[in-house]
């Protein structure tokens, strides 16, 4: 069978002399139809790897497992050991998600377009939606988004806009600014040396005025705050350590919510503290999706909600086949990508 592995030098390797594994108990063989390409599946290491930490495909055999049987459609999430990039993968049955897709035609096989677009979806939703429940987002927050141009942020952004968010998304690039408008962005933000904070405070400018008074009203023992709702509510950091602060000072006080879940701008060197650097009543938390519980994952309705209801936008760039390797590679690292990049295997073995 064939064998896509990452080599140290980076470059993307076929081999078609594997050996297909043998079924296992508790383990599920798939014959995979259709990958995404990550960056992280191109991180290189010392030595040699077999790539991909997610695909879609069908069941070849289901090792005894209750509730999925031979041919059924399901997507296969492998963040520990990867290797998914082959034309057979046995993997946990912990890592295999069953999913329910209708085909184009009635009656007929998926399609290599469905199936392109079901690879789209896993791994890109499953973090959108991850993060948006780490910062509880709400119909009319104000969310940032840095790094709106990955697959991840353009996904974020669609998401969000059908929960009745107010979006704005930064990107470096002027000419990716309609895209990101027609993905369902408010306001598109030039990142720039410096930051971006006070762009974003005075695109949500409101500052309100609080007086209190005790129940006397007695003069000298009121009080007057104000509580300073300038910048935005929620805000999604995919670009790293290197941006965090400017995107904690880009947001409301008290109450805004920064998730840091990205390091698109690179690991770089940083001096920030966590004590002087996040300001007060201001909130920092993570997301990594490797550490979802899969069993809890509402993947079908994710897939319904793109596939079958248009609910969200899937933000499939481009589709490449087997021959396409080194391309597909480059296109990637290149940041020439709008979207997800998706492999689709030929049915031929």
Same mark, same amino acid.
């Given at each position: 069978?064939?064998?896509?592995?990452?080599?140290?030098?980076?470059?993307?390797?076929?081999?078609?002399?594997?050996?297909?594994?043998?079924?296992?108990?508790?383990?599920?063989?798939?014959?995979?139809? /259709?990958?995404?390409?990550? @960056?992280?599946?191109?991180?290189?290491?010392?030595?040699?790897?077999?790539?991909?930490? &997610?695909?879609?495909?069908?069941?070849?055999?289901?090792?005894?497992?209750? %509730?999925?049987?031979? %041919?059924?459609?399901?997507?296969?999430?492998?963040?520990?050991?990867?290797?998914?990039?082959?034309?057979?993968?046995?993997?946990?049955?912990?890592?295999?998600?069953?999913?329910?897709?209708?085909?184009?035609?009635?009656?007929?096989?998926?399609?290599?377009?469905?199936?392109?677009?079901?690879?789209?979806?896993?791994?890109?939703?499953?973090?959108?939606?991850? $993060?948006?429940?780490?910062?509880?987002?709400?119909?009319?927050?104000?969310?940032? $988004?840095?790094?709106?141009?990955?697959? $991840? %942020?353009?996904?974020?952004?669609?998401?969000?806009?059908?929960?009745?968010?107010?979006? /704005? #998304?930064?990107? @470096?690039?002027?000419?990716?600014?309609?895209?990101?408008?027609?993905?369902?962005?408010?306001?598109?933000?030039? &990142?720039? &040396?410096?930051?971006?904070?006070?762009?974003?405070?005075?695109?949500?400018?409101?500052?309100?005025?609080?007086?209190?008074?005790?129940?006397?009203? #007695?003069?000298?023992?009121?009080?007057?705050?104000?509580?300073?709702? +300038?910048?935005?509510?929620?805000?999604?950091?995919?670009?790293?350590?290197?941006?965090?602060?400017?995107?904690?000072?880009?947001?409301?006080?008290?109450?805004? $919510?920064?998730?840091? +879940?990205?390091?698109?701008?690179?690991?770089?060197?940083?001096?920030?503290?966590?004590?002087?650097?996040?300001?007060?009543?201001?909130?920092?938390? #993570?997301?990594?999706?490797?550490?979802?519980?899969?069993?809890?994952?509402?993947?079908?309705?994710?897939?319904?909600?793109?596939? &079958?209801?248009?609910?969200?936008?899937?933000?499939?760039?481009?589709?490449?086949?087997?021959?396409?390797?080194?391309?597909?590679?480059?296109?990637?690292?290149?940041?020439?990508? @709008?979207?997800?990049?998706?492999?689709?295997?030929?049915?031929?073995?």
């Amino acid at each position: 069978m064939r064998v896509i592995s990452l080599q140290p030098s980076g470059d993307l390797t076929l081999s078609t002399d594997a050996v297909k594994p043998s079924p296992r108990p508790n383990h599920i063989l798939v014959r995979v139809r /259709a990958f995404a390409v990550n @960056r992280q599946d191109l991180k290189i290491g010392p030595s040699v790897k077999d790539a991909g930490v &997610e695909c879609v495909g069908s069941v070849e055999d289901a090792g005894g497992v209750k %509730g999925l049987r031979v %041919g059924a459609t399901v997507a296969v999430l492998s963040f520990g050991e990867g290797g998914l990039w082959k034309d057979y993968c046995l993997v946990p049955a912990k890592c295999v998600i069953p999913l329910q897709v209708s085909p184009a035609t009635p009656g007929s096989p998926l399609d290599p377009a469905t199936w392109a677009k079901l690879a789209a979806i896993p791994l890109t939703f499953l973090t959108a939606f991850g $993060i948006l429940d780490n910062l509880d987002l709400r119909k009319h927050d104000r969310l940032l $988004i840095r790094g709106g141009t990955s697959s $991840i %942020g353009l996904t974020i952004a669609s998401v969000a806009k059908a929960l009745g968010a107010v979006v /704005a #998304t930064t990107t @470096r690039d002027p000419t990716k600014a309609p895209n990101l408008s027609e993905n369902g962005a408010d306001f598109v933000i030039l &990142e720039r &040396e410096g930051g971006i904070k006070d762009d974003v405070r005075m695109m949500f400018a409101s500052k309100e005025t609080f007086t209190s008074t005790d129940e006397l009203s #007695t003069p000298a023992l009121s009080t007057t705050r104000i509580n300073d709702s +300038a910048g935005a509510d929620k805000c999604v950091d995919l670009l790293g350590v290197n941006t965090v602060q400017d995107s904690l000072l880009a947001l409301k006080g008290p109450g805004g $919510i920064c998730c840091l +879940a990205g390091s698109l701008g690179g690991s770089g060197s940083t001096s920030f503290n966590p004590i002087k650097d996040i300001p007060s009543g201001v909130y920092l938390t #993570t997301f990594a999706v490797d550490r979802v519980d899969m069993g809890k994952v509402p993947l079908q309705e994710i897939v319904d909600r793109v596939l &079958e209801r248009g609910e969200y936008r899937l933000n499939l760039d481009r589709i490449f086949g087997l021959e396409d390797l080194d391309k597909v590679k480059d296109y990637v690292e290149g940041n020439k990508a @709008r979207g997800k990049v998706v492999v689709v295997l030929p049915n031929e073995l």
